[in-house]
């Protein structure tokens, strides 16, 4: 694609970034098949080649985001399909990131969705704030339909999605180091996050039990908060900037007190955002090198498992499994084929789904800053999970969980959930009406072990 950037607009780092993304388009099209949205709207704008017209004429002109600008970029999910699709490389997700904080700084939004973002802002990334949000949502629910009436759809779409009741709190207590069985043979960080800790902290539970169970130790440091990516979502750089250093901090105090073989997320969102740490913090000359070394350390929990190897599971099951592969996983993160291959392995027959590429409309803060578009995708969805007539559905990301409880006939579970289910943990929260359906294996079967062959492929731990 040609550019008409000046030589004194090149000479803004984030220009030229822009620039270089731009000059790759190549025009096919390509990315238009697989773009949830122009595949509902048939919008060209709604696509990613049309967004990026719409923001190469803004970056270019040094103009003040426009309505049209606002409304096509905001349609976007930030699901990443067109990067796995683009035949040509285009850095989408860096192109669109610059779009949304220029939308940010120069346009005037209704009061509704000001609000609505605000709201999102100061309760979410905040782990007491959100869980006390929740409990005043089931009152507000009442108000949905005049919040509505009253131009604040966005903020009636939060009350909608707020859950009817409160998970229990966690097992194990953030932060702190929960120490392997049987003697340490490696030794991780967890990333305990932020609105996965109130909507379902059985997850994290999950992860920590079946890493000690297998000789890992896990630390959860303190001072660690949440990653950045939803107020980076929204335009608001500077503040996912001033949570990666948090957590890079934190991170770094862990490592000093011994070497770890990972930082894992088991939040797949998160786990795009841990890994693009690098890229967020390019200009700092602080902590770019620092957030290199962070980003190169983290692995999504089905990817570092997949590496490993679990062995043999201490039960067997007759469930039917539909995995359902979160965007920021599987084009995030390119991790597409480990979460599946360790549900097999433990004993669960599994099935994909129609249409994996397309976003179930959660995507961060998506499912209640463009409701209509989003429950359009869970609809569809959640026909795609009804055909593959599994007993449950398992996903890595509780943004996907969350969006699809309520359109869904049969539980959703964290892929870990069922992973510690088989080697040894209790039944997941909603399954245990399942419990019949799992078996022990005889004990000769010597599950639980992490093979020899594994650990000698495994290279020193970074320090």
Known sequence: MQ?????????????KEADDILRRCVHCGFCTATCPTYLLLGDERDSPRGRIYLIKEMLETNAPASEAVTTHVDRCLGCLSCMTTCPSGVD???????ARERINETYERRRGNRLARWLIRQTVPHV??????????????????????????????????????LMPRAEHAFPGVFPAVGGRKRRVIL?????????????????IRLLTRIGIEVVVPEGEGCCGALVQHMGHEAEAQAAA?????AWERAIQMGPVDAILVNTSGCGTSVKDYGHLLSRDGQFKERAARIATLAADVSEYLARLGLGAPQRWSSLKVAYQSACSLQHGQRVTDAPMQLLRKAGFSVTGLAEPHICCGSAGTYNMLQPE????????KAANIEKAAADVVASGNIGCITQLSPAIDRPIVHTI?????????????????????MSDVP?????????????????DPPT
């Open 3 to 15: 550019t008409n950037f000046s030589p004194e607009q090149l000479t803004d780092p984030k220009l």
């Open 92 to 98: 989408y997700m860096h192109l669109v990131d610059q």
């Open 128 to 165: 007491g704030r959100f869980r006390w949000a929740l409990r005043g949502a089931r009152f507000g629910r009442a108000l949905t339909t005049p919040l509505e009436r009253w131009g604040f759809k966005e903020v009636a779409a939060m009350l909608r999605l707020a859950p009817l009741g």
């Open 191 to 207: 990333l305990g996050g932020c609105a996965q800790k109130v909507l379902r902290p059985d997850i994290n539970d999950a992860t």
């Open 245 to 249: 250093r948090r957590n890079i901090a």
């Open 373 to 380: 578009l989003s429950v359009a995708l869970r609809t569809r």
């Open 417 to 437: 959930e069922l992973l510690d289910w088989a080697y040894g943990g209790p039944a997941p929260r909603g399954l245990e009406r399942f419990a019949g359906r």
């Open 443 to 459: 004990l000769k079967r010597a599950p639980m072990l992490v093979s020899a062959a594994s650990d000698a492929a495994a290279s």
